[in-house]
């Protein structure tokens, strides 16, 4: 590598290098002040370390999607994702809890600029926690289609989302799309939702707790 003996990138290099194979350098070890940091710096690499994925796994989100609060919790996780990860929002209405009983769309958004996980413009969501989400999401896009509630379909995206895996997802919005019906139709499920919950991680954390869980290297208590 060319690293000069005692230089500041030489000492970095063998630091990193003890660091990654769990060492500490002899340095720090002889060090008092260093030894008092320890604890604090191992918690913080702990917390930068489970950053860097989501506590929540997909395998998670399809055993929850079993039990009883998931069908009225779902649209809480998605608006949370939503004001986590959008800076331009303009409606967000994702009614969650006895909620989602009423009629029409399980979600109405309007951003200014979309991501990767929400279309810009306008969008509809329909949500379903249930076994078959290919036969949920078939039967929400055909009632929308016939009763948009309002919505220009040509100006409004048709989203579904499920914590199920559904593989044949990107298939059934390929042939979704070619009806030119809606301005674009996506699918998130448990899949999509780890990644989306790997980029919201107070998120991720808020939803963890629920489920039971306590990250590892996260003190204190909840937030939103």
Same mark, same amino acid.
């Given at each position: ?19 990654e194979?769990?060492? *500490?350098?002899?340095?720090? %070890? /002889?060090? $008092?002040?260093v030894?008092?940091? #320890?604890? !604090? ?9 489970a950053?860097?994925t ?10 929850w ?36 009983q ?5 979600? *109405?958004?309007?951003?200014? %600029? /979309?991501t $990767?996980f929400?279309?810009?413009? #306008?969008? !509809? ?9 290919a036969?949920?999401?078939?039967k ?52 999509n ?11 991720d954390?808020w ?18």
């Amino acid at each position: 590598l060319k690293l000069e003996p005692q230089s500041a990138e030489w000492n970095t290099f063998f630091d990193l290098a003890a660091a990654e194979t769990g060492r *500490i350098p002899a340095q720090m %070890r /002889g060090s $008092p002040a260093v030894r008092e940091q #320890l604890p !604090g710096i191992f918690r913080t690499l702990r917390t930068e370390r489970a950053r860097q994925t989501p506590w929540v796994k997909s395998v998670d989100l399809e055993f929850w999607a079993a039990l009883y609060d998931a069908p009225g919790m779902l649209p809480q996780l998605v608006r949370r994702l939503v004001h986590a990860t959008v800076d331009s929002l303009i409606r967000v209405d994702f009614p969650a809890g006895e909620g989602v009983q009423r009629r029409g769309w399980d979600g *109405i958004l309007e951003v200014q %600029r /979309g991501t $990767p996980f929400v279309p810009a413009g #306008l969008s !509809g969501w329909e949500m379903g926690t249930g076994k078959d989400p290919a036969g949920k999401a078939e039967k929400d896009f055909r009632n929308r289609v016939k009763n948009p509630c309002g919505l220009d379909k040509s100006q409004t995206s048709f989203v579904f989302v499920t914590p199920r895996k559904w593989e044949q997802k990107d298939k059934w919005c390929a042939e979704k799309k070619k009806l030119g019906i809606w301005r674009d139709v996506r699918v998130h499920d448990s899949a999509n939702i780890e990644q989306w919950l790997e980029i919201a991680p107070r998120v991720d954390l808020w939803f963890a707790r629920h489920l039971g869980r306590r990250p590892e290297g996260i003190m204190g208590g909840g937030g939103s």
